[in-house]
C-alpha cells in the first residue's frame, strides 16, 4: 500500500480514480459498485477493492443520508461561539460531553484565533425554541462563560474534502 509523508505523517497515496470514487460517493453513497465502476472506468471488482481500502484507510468513515433541515422544521441555522471560563482539559471534557447530549447541535469545534475557544452550528425550529435552548440548556452547563451568536443567512454551499 503506497504512502508518502508530509508534515511527518505517513499519508496513503490517493490517485484521480480514488478521488474520482470518493466524489461520486459523495453525491451518491447508494450508487452500486456496478454503476460506480463503469463511471470511474473500471471492473466491478478493481473497484469494489478500491473502495474497500478507502475504507480500511479511514478515508470513508461512513456513509449517511443527508437529509434537508428546512424540510424537518429546523429552518434556523446559528453559529454560536463559546468561551470557557478555564481552560483546563476537564473543563473541556465536560462541556464537549454536555454538548454533544444536545440534538439542536449539529457540530462543534475548538477554535483559535478569536477570544472564543467553540465554534457550534445548531439548528432550531424558531427564535422561541432558540431562546429555550441558549438560556435552558446551553448557558446551564457548567464553564460557559460567555456566548456570541451569529445567524446564518444562506449557507452558500457545504462539501466534504476530497
Not at 422561541?128 to 452547563?141: D, P
Amino acid at each position: 500500500m503506497p504512502t508518502s509523508i508530509k508534515n511527518n505523517q505517513l499519508l496513503p497515496d490517493i490517485d484521480a480514480t480514488d478521488k474520482a470514487l470518493l466524489r461520486l460517493l459523495q453525491n451518491d453513497a447508494r450508487i452500486s459498485i456496478t454503476e460506480l465502476a463503469e463511471r470511474v472506468h473500471l471492473s466491478a471488482t478493481p473497484c469494489a477493492r478500491r473502495v474497500k481500502r478507502l475504507e480500511e484507510l479511514g478515508i470513508i468513515k461512513g456513509y449517511h443520508t443527508q437529509t434537508d433541515a428546512e424540510k424537518l422544521g429546523y429552518p434556523l441555522a446559528i453559529f454560536i461561539a463559546i468561551s470557557m471560563d478555564r481552560h483546563t482539559a476537564e473543563r473541556f471534557a465536560q462541556f464537549e460531553a454536555r454538548i454533544q447530549s444536545f440534538d439542536e447541535v449539529i457540530s462543534c469545534s475548538i477554535v483559535t484565533g478569536r477570544s472564543e475557544d467553540y465554534l457550534i452550528k445548531v439548528r432550531v425550529r424558531d427564535m422561541a425554541h432558540y431562546e429555550e435552548f441558549l438560556l435552558h440548556r446551553l448557558n446551564r452547563i457548567e464553564g460557559v462563560a460567555q456566548v456570541h451568536t451569529s445567524f446564518e443567512l444562506r449557507e452558500v454551499f457545504n462539501r466534504s474534502v476530497v
